[in-house]
């Protein structure tokens, strides 16, 4: 991605291990199509104090910590979220959904309440409807995991869940992809859903929602802790969501 991160290339500056635990920026797969980086471990995504955390993609798309969610310092990091005001506004728009490349969602996270379509990421156009939602989340009221896109009227283009549950009380990594072909859902790296998907998520202004907090035609809030966010605007293959998986189990011991 030709954006810059705060003054400098990421690449570069990666390189130069400026980052809180080093390469993890030049390491990321198909780092061009990475359109949204967030990094609670990463002192350069969040320094431990403010309201802004910084995006590490290269985008320059800063976000904005919500009714003050509480950090975790250190390179295991994570923001905790009550699961009723807490929340992170990522400027995001429309980008992610420009190319016509797919999308990825990706997180390391600790759901510790079973919230119904509790959203890990969800963007939509709302708010109070459905309307462009894409959202990786809860599965309802069951544990699984599902990745889900509405047409601009709300309805669901396509939708995807795991085959097994959700871990509660222990970080994971989930991810949701489309590559314009089908739509998958990942958890630890390994392929746990599949469906045929070939509505690509269309660009939209996609500026409701957020990173735990889904305003879309009900309020759905995630309570627990997210250490990692990341959306590219291709659909990652099986090998990259198994590296991006790879790259921080060893912090959080995945």
Same mark, same amino acid.
């Given at each position: +991605?030709?954006?810059?991160? *705060?003054g400098?290339?990421? /690449?570069?500056?990666?390189?130069?291990?400026?980052?809180?635990?080093?390469?993890?920026?030049?390491?990321?797969?198909?780092?061009s #199509?990475?359109?949204?980086?967030?990094?609670?471990?990463? &002192?350069?995504?969040?320094? $431990?104090s403010?309201t802004?955390?910084?995006?590490?993609?290269?985008?320059a798309?800063?976000?904005?910590?919500?009714a003050?969610?509480?950090?975790?310092?250190?390179?295991?990091?994570y923001?905790?979220f009550?699961?009723s005001?807490q929340?992170?506004?990522?400027?995001?728009?429309? #980008?992610?959904?420009?190319?016509g =490349?797919g999308?990825t969602?990706?997180?390391?996270?600790? +759901?510790?309440?079973?919230?119904?379509?509790?959203?890990?990421?969800?963007?939509s156009?709302?708010?109070s409807n459905?309307?462009? *939602?894409?959202?990786?989340? /809860?599965? $309802? =009221?069951?544990?699984?995991?599902?990745f889900v896109?509405n047409s601009?009227?709300?309805?669901?283009?396509?939708?995807v869940?795991?085959?097994?549950?959700?871990?509660? $009380?222990?970080m994971?990594?989930?991810?949701?992809? +489309?590559?314009?072909?089908?739509a998958?859902?990942? +958890?630890?790296?390994?392929e746990t859903?599949?469906?045929?998907?070939?509505?690509?998520?269309?660009?939209?202004? *996609?500026?409701?929602?957020?990173?735990?907090y889904?305003? #879309?035609?009900?309020? *759905?809030?995630?309570?627990?802790?997210?250490a990692? #966010?990341? &959306?590219?605007n291709? $659909?990652?293959?099986?090998?990259?969501?198994?590296?991006l998986?790879?790259?921080?189990?060893?912090?959080?011991?995945?």
């Amino acid at each position: +991605m030709a954006g810059r991160y *705060r003054g400098y290339s990421p /690449r570069t500056r990666a390189a130069g291990g400026m980052f809180g635990t080093g390469d993890i920026v030049k390491n990321l797969p198909s780092f061009s #199509a990475c359109y949204w980086h967030l990094d609670a471990g990463e &002192i350069k995504s969040y320094s $431990g104090s403010g309201t802004v955390v910084y995006d590490m993609s290269g985008a320059a798309l800063d976000s904005n910590l919500i009714a003050t969610p509480t950090h975790t310092s250190g390179s295991a990091g994570y923001f905790s979220f009550n699961g009723s005001t807490q929340w992170i506004d990522p400027v995001l728009h429309n #980008a992610p959904y420009a190319t016509g =490349g797919g999308a990825t969602f990706f997180v390391v996270a600790d +759901m510790t309440d079973a919230g119904s379509d509790a959203p890990f990421i969800a963007l939509s156009i709302g708010p109070s409807n459905n309307n462009r *939602r894409l959202a990786l989340r /809860r599965d $309802g =009221g069951n544990n699984e995991i599902e990745f889900v896109n509405n047409s601009v009227t709300g309805t669901t283009d396509w939708s995807v869940t795991s085959t097994s549950g959700l871990t509660y $009380g222990s970080m994971a990594s989930y991810a949701g992809t +489309m590559d314009g072909a089908n739509a998958k859902v990942y +958890m630890n790296g390994v392929e746990t859903g599949t469906t045929a998907a070939t509505t690509v998520p269309a660009n939209a202004n *996609r500026d409701e929602g957020g990173l735990a907090y889904d305003n #879309a035609s009900t309020d *759905r809030w995630f309570t627990g802790d997210i250490a990692v #966010a990341i &959306i590219y605007n291709k $659909g990652l293959t099986a090998e990259e969501i198994l590296q991006l998986h790879n790259i921080f189990a060893p912090r959080y011991s995945l």
